[in-house]
């Protein structure tokens, strides 16, 4: 089993950053892949990013490209998203998780892809 632990959630004006982090424990030798996304009320989970642990390639929603950035640290087994020029529409909880085996094209945005999950972070953004 594996366990995921996030934090860094909260509220930040319109304009501000945070920077979440998701720590992840257990049989973590399976790690290939982590993943962001997020779910709004009354709105189906929502990829954000994710990035593959071998190399560090990271791949983005359109919605978040050029203000989020994801990052890991393999000695923590830790994956970071670091979110920029926030905006209202961001304002949801945020989940991290991990995939056994690394998606490939179109399969990083959905979560069946992605077998373990954080319990989620909320995030708000007021304007």
């Known amino acids: 089993q594996v366990q995921l632990v996030e934090s860094g959630g909260g509220l930040v004006e319109a304009g501000g950053s945070l920077r979440l982090s998701c720590a992840a424990s257990g049989r973590t030798f399976s790690l290939s892949a982590m993943g962001w996304f997020r779910q709004a009320p009354g709105n189906e989970r929502e990829f954000v990013g994710g990035i593959r642990w071998s190399d560090g390639n990271a791949y983005y929603a359109d919605s978040v490209k050029g203000r989020f950035t994801i990052f890991r640290d393999k000695a923590k087994n830790t994956v970071y998203l670091q979110m920029n020029s926030l905006k209202p529409e961001d304002t949801a909880v945020y989940y991290c998780?991990?995939?056994?085996?690394?998606?490939?094209?179109?399969?990083?945005?959905?979560?069946?892809?992605?077998?373990?999950w954080g319990q989620g972070t909320q995030v708000t953004v007021s304007s």
């Open positions: 998780a991990l995939a056994k085996y690394t998606p490939y094209g179109s399969r990083w945005t959905v979560p069946p892809a992605y077998d373990y």
